[in-house]
């Protein structure tokens, strides 16, 4: 089946940490890959996402590759702000007979201290 | 631009009670997702709608749930004789380009059922 395996934290780190926030997934074909991210008592948006192997996402300092070869597509980002502190979740996308959905890892909080 | 907006965004109900979810997508977004967020089960796809019509219902965790959309455009989520269990954010998204598009997300309506 299709699944998303990710770390689930909670993890708390110092402003300017370096960080790694590591993605598996399960697929049948070439799945699209995605980060989201939810920000205290926000919803979910969109951080980066890949959709073929090779492709790097990035935005706001952050980067994930779309590693095939692993199936892996970890989160990184070289120094961490206290703003950064929210929910990760790691995405994969499934098509599959006509229908689409999103299968989402269990998601991993990040708190930034100063 | 709108992005997707759900109403309401708290409900708190009695046990046995029906009640109705809204979700307005994106204009001009034909793919539209319902997902539900609950502590014991993280993030879970219930239904997605091409156009008015519904090719996956495969998430919907049982008969007392419902979703219908009109004209390509607003959809209601109906829970019939709502449980504890209910109890959850309700998630709705819509998408441009499926399959493997980005799927925006709205801010949620969070259930309660008491």
């Known amino acids: 089946g299709n699944s998303v395996t990710q770390m689930e934290g909670p993890v708390t780190l110092s402003e300017e940490a370096f960080l790694t926030i590591n993605c598996t997934y399960t697929a049948t074909g070439y799945p699209s890959l995605f980060w989201y991210v939810q920000y205290p008592g926000e919803g979910l948006q969109l951080l980066l996402k890949a959709t073929k192997a090779d492709d790097k996402g990035s935005n706001k300092g952050f980067e994930a590759t779309y590693r095939k070869e692993t199936t892996s597509f970890h989160l990184e980002k070289g120094s961490v702000q206290v703003s950064d502190s929210a929910v990760y979740f790691c995405?994969?996308?499934?098509?599959?007979?006509?229908?689409?959905?999103?299968?989402f890892g269990k998601g991993m909080k990040l708190t930034v201290n100063p | 631009g709108a992005g997707v907006s759900q109403s309401p965004s708290n409900k708190v109900t009695e046990k046995g009670k029906d009640v109705e979810l809204r979700c307005d997508p994106i204009s001009g977004h034909t793919a539209l997702y319902w997902y539900r967020q609950s502590l014991g089960q993280g993030l879970e796809f219930l239904i997605y709608?091409?156009?008015?019509?519904?090719?996956?219902k495969s998430g919907l965790p049982s008969d007392r749930f419902s979703a219908e959309r009109t004209g390509g455009s607003v959809s209601t989520l109906t829970i019939q004789r709502t449980q504890q269990e209910d109890s959850a954010v309700y998630l709705c998204?819509?998408?441009?380009?499926?399959?493997?598009?980005?799927?925006?997300f709205g801010p949620g309506t969070r259930l309660l059922v008491l």
């Open positions: 995405a994969l996308s499934v098509t599959q007979g006509g229908s689409e959905k999103l299968v």
């Open positions: 709608f091409q156009g008015n019509s519904a090719p996956d």
């Open positions: 998204a819509s998408s441009l380009v499926p399959p493997g598009g980005t799927q925006y």
